[in-house]
């Protein structure tokens, strides 16, 4: 079998096999679109996106800044180990992914300090004990905090 007919075989076949799967693909993605077509505006990264954003104007371009929840910090990562509520990690994970190029730290000792409250409301006993005074509240369960300067 030597000649050009077995070598436009192999080319046919491997242009099939890689054409194939992409047409699969597409035709998924365009169904998707379809049957959901408002999914880019209510997906849930896209609205924790919007929400954080308020706060980016009101933070320095690259500084680090610190992060609380209604949960206490060191608890966030133990509660998705134990898998007993992931949405807390999720949440800070997503709101570093916003911020970027601003370093977000799972930590409320920096000068400035990103509260995200999706669960609940801050409490003010923490709030007095990390000497955290509300900047500005965006709405939505995020504040801006600033850390008490010590005497």
Do not use: C, W
């Not at 007919?5 to 799967?21: C, D, G, K, N, Q």
């Not at 180990?81 to 916003?98: G, M, P």
């Not at 955290?132 to 300067?149: A, C, H, M, N, T």
Request: aromatic share 12%.
């Amino acid at each position: 079998m030597t000649g050009i007919y077995p070598l436009l075989r192999v080319r046919t076949a491997l242009t099939l096999l890689l054409l194939l799967p992409l047409a699969a693909s597409l035709n998924l993605l365009y169904q998707s679109g379809k049957a959901y077509p408002d999914f880019l505006k209510t997906d849930p990264v896209t609205i924790h996106e919007r929400r954080i954003n308020q706060i980016k104007g009101a933070l320095p371009g690259t500084a680090a800044v610190g992060y609380v929840t209604a949960v206490d910090n060191e608890k966030i990562f133990y509660y998705e180990r134990s898998l007993f509520n992931v949405e807390f990690l999720a949440q800070y994970i997503l709101t570093q992914y916003t911020l970027a190029p601003v370093i977000v730290y799972n930590s409320p000792d920096y000068p400035l300090v990103v509260g995200n409250y999706i669960d609940g409301s801050p409490d003010p006993g923490f709030l007095k004990r990390k000497a955290l005074i509300p900047v500005r509240d965006f709405g939505d369960g995020l504040i801006l905090y600033q850390k008490e300067p010590k005497p």
